[in-house]
Nanobody
Framework: QVQLVESGGGLVQAGGSLRLSCAAS????????MSWYRQAPGKQRELVAGITTSSNTNYADSVNGRFTISRDNAKNTVFLQMNNLNPEDTALYYCNAQLLNRNYWGRGTQVTVSS
């Protein structure tokens, strides 16, 4: 069983930056594909960025070039660096760990971008 705890969310002005962290425990972190998802009020949860066990990355078109996902296997942590934020990025951001058919979720961290 993997436990995930997100941190780093907050209120920021448009054009600003935030760095989200997701600390994992209870499993072998390095074998999991790690991802960040987000869910805005009234919208479905969507994939923001993912990183494989070999650190290949993928991004949603809406964040490509602004967000960067990375992982530190020694610290069992995945990060999401978010730059040039805009109000459309406002959402609850969730960390996800996936291994085969197993999915684990954190409780989320709120990101609010003011215009």
């Amino acid at each position: 069983q993997v436990q995930l705890v997100e941190s780093g969310g907050g209120l920021v002005q448009a054009g600003g930056s935030l760095r989200l962290s997701c600390a994992a425990s209870g499993g072998y972190f390095s074998v999991y594909v790690m991802s960040w998802y987000r869910q805005a009020p009234g919208k479905q949860r969507e994939l923001v960025a993912g990183i494989t066990t070999s650190s290949n990355t993928n991004y949603a078109d809406s964040v490509n070039g602004r967000f960067t996902i990375s992982r530190d296997n020694a610290k069992n942590t995945v990060f999401l660096q978010m730059n040039n934020l805009n109000p459309e990025d406002t959402a609850l951001y969730y960390c996800n760990a996936q291994l085969l058919n197993r999915n684990y979720w954190g409780r989320g961290t709120q990101v609010t971008v003011s215009s």
